[in-house]
T-cell receptor, first 117, second 117 residues
């Protein structure tokens, strides 16, 4: 069965610090991988996604993630965080189903990032 | 706003009462998903529709839960005889998928927060 693990439940950083959030998944076949962000009081928004091709994926707001198939990992990175990055971050995976490239999403439990100004 | 819309945003109900939530997806999207999110956890899949057909239901979806998407547009999620364990955020997401046009993103609504007292 598919599953996603996020190792850090709460990360606290100062502005300008570098960020790396871990994400590992369990699935033997082809996966599509996502990072979603949820700002306080807002809906889940897509940060970036990996379907195929270059394993280094760039997303919005300066975020990037690297898919390492041999490690079943898809870690999220940002070289310099801002106070406005304070939010909850979810890693998710999907597998193709019923002819569609995007099926249901399997989420990790999330990482709360707090950035101090 | 032409995103995914969910109503109501908040619902407080007494144990044993029935509740119904509504989701209006992005208009051209043929897939509609329901997820449930409890505190400290990532969203968990409940069920999804392609057009009006309910294609998959999670084992989380007990027989007190029922979802419909009668005309392939909006969807309703009903919980009968609510229990305190049903307290959660109920999220709706939509996407467009077919064999010709690849869709690579699910868009989420802001959710309905249910509190059962």
């Amino acid at each position: 069965a598919q599953s996603v693990s996020q190792h850090n439940h709460h990360v606290i950083l100062s502005e300008a610090a570098s960020l790396e959030l871990g994400c590992n998944y369990s699935y033997g076949g082809t996966v599509n991988l996502f990072w979603y962000v949820q700002y306080p009081g807002q809906h889940l928004q897509l940060l970036l996604k990996y379907f195929s091709g270059d394993p280094l994926v760039k997303g919005i707001k300066g975020f990037e993630a690297e898919f390492i198939k041999s490690k079943f990992s898809f870690n999220l990175r940002k070289p310099s965080v801002q106070w406005s990055d304070t939010a909850e971050y979810f890693c998710a995976l999907s597998v193709a189903d019923r002819g569609s490239t995007l099926g249901r999403l399997y989420f990790g439990r999330g990482t709360q990032l707090t950035v101090w100004p | 706003d032409t995103g995914v819309s969910q109503n109501p945003r908040h619902k407080i109900t007494k144990r044993g009462q029935n509740v119904t939530f509504r989701c209006d997806p992005i208009s051209e999207h043929n897939r509609l998903y329901w997820y449930r999110q409890t505190l400290g956890q990532g969203p968990e899949f409940l069920t999804y529709f392609q057009n009006e057909a309910q294609l998959e239901k999670s084992r989380l979806l007990s027989d007190r839960f029922s979802a419909e998407r009668p005309k392939g547009s909006f969807s309703t999620l009903e919980i009968q005889r609510t229990e305190q364990g049903d307290s959660a955020m109920y999220l709706c997401a939509s996407s467009f998928s077919n064999r010709v046009r690849r869709n690579t993103e699910a868009f989420f609504g802001q959710g309905t927060r249910l509190t059962v007292v």
